[in-house]
T-cell receptor, first 116, second 114 residues
Framework: AQSVAQPEDQVNVAEGNPLTVKCTYS??????LFWYVQYPNRGLQFLLK??????LVKGSYGFEAEFNKSQTSFHLKKPSALVSDSALYFC??????????????FGTGTRLLVSP | GAVVSQHPSRVICKSGTSVKIECRSL??????MFWYRQFPKKSLMLMAT?????????EQGVEKDKFLINHASLTLSTLTVTSAHPEDSSFYIC??????????FGPGTRLLVL
């Protein structure tokens, strides 16, 4: 089965500094990788995805992620953090269930706290 | 584009009653919809996958008779929590996927069973 790991429960960064939220994956075959963000008491918002093509993927709100096959990583990055970026971030990978249906497998989430 | 709504956003019910949650894709046709449950400070747990016009596929450990899922059209899926108990209190989130690979999520429904 496909899986992703988010090794950090929380990441703290000062506003204006670059941020990185880490994600590593374990898949058989080519990975379909996603990043989502969740604000308190809300659903998940799609940020970006990697299916194929350029290793650097640009997404919403100035976020980007770099697909690194040799390190099996898909870290989320932003050059300059905003206080409003403070939220819960989930990495996810597409998997095929036992019934043949596609589904997403999520990491445990990383809380990003951006201080003023 | 790709907006998914959920209704209600919050519901409080008495133990033993049933609660229905609606999930709608507002600007695209969702061939597949998903229902998740999220516990506080935890990741999302997939409960079931539903394709329009067919029976839902439940994940292992999810009681299909307790969590009834209907996907009657390409824009609407419903989750009914039958005979709800306090342990069913949770944050329920739906998502929808159209022709592409991306799932778009609803804003979630907070269920509290007293």
């Amino acid at each position: 089965a496909q899986s992703v790991a988010q090794p950090e429960d929380q990441v703290n960064v000062a506003e204006g500094n670059p941020l990185t939220v880490k994600c590593t994956y374990s898949v058989s075959g080519n990975p379909y990788l996603f990043w989502y963000v969740q604000y308190p008491n809300r659903g998940l918002q799609f940020l970006l995805k990697y299916i194929t093509g350029d290793n650097l993927v640009k997404g919403s709100y100035g976020f980007e992620a770099e697909f690194n096959k040799s390190q099996t990583s898909f870290h989320l990055k932003k050059p300059s953090a905003l206080v409003s970026d403070s939220a819960l971030y989930f990495c996810a990978v597409r998997d095929i269930g036992n019934t043949g249906f596609q589904k997403l497998v999520f990491g445990t989430g990383t809380r990003l706290l951006v201080s003023p | 584009g790709a907006v998914v709504s959920q209704h209600p956003s919050r519901v409080i019910c008495k133990s033993g009653t049933s609660v229905k949650i609606e999930c709608r894709s507002l600007d695209f046709q969702a061939t597949t919809m998903f229902w998740y449950r999220q516990f506080p400070k935890k990741s999302l747990m997939l409960m079931a996958t539903s394709n329009e016009g067919s029976k839902a596929t439940y994940e292992q450990g999810v009681e299909k008779d307790k969590f009834l899922i209907n996907h009657a059209s390409l824009t609407l899926s419903t989750l009914t929590v039958t005979s709800a108990h306090p342990e069913d209190s949770s944050f329920y989130i739906c998502s929808a996927r159209g022709a592409g690979e991306t799932q778009y999520f609803g804003p979630g429904t907070r269920l509290l069973v007293l």
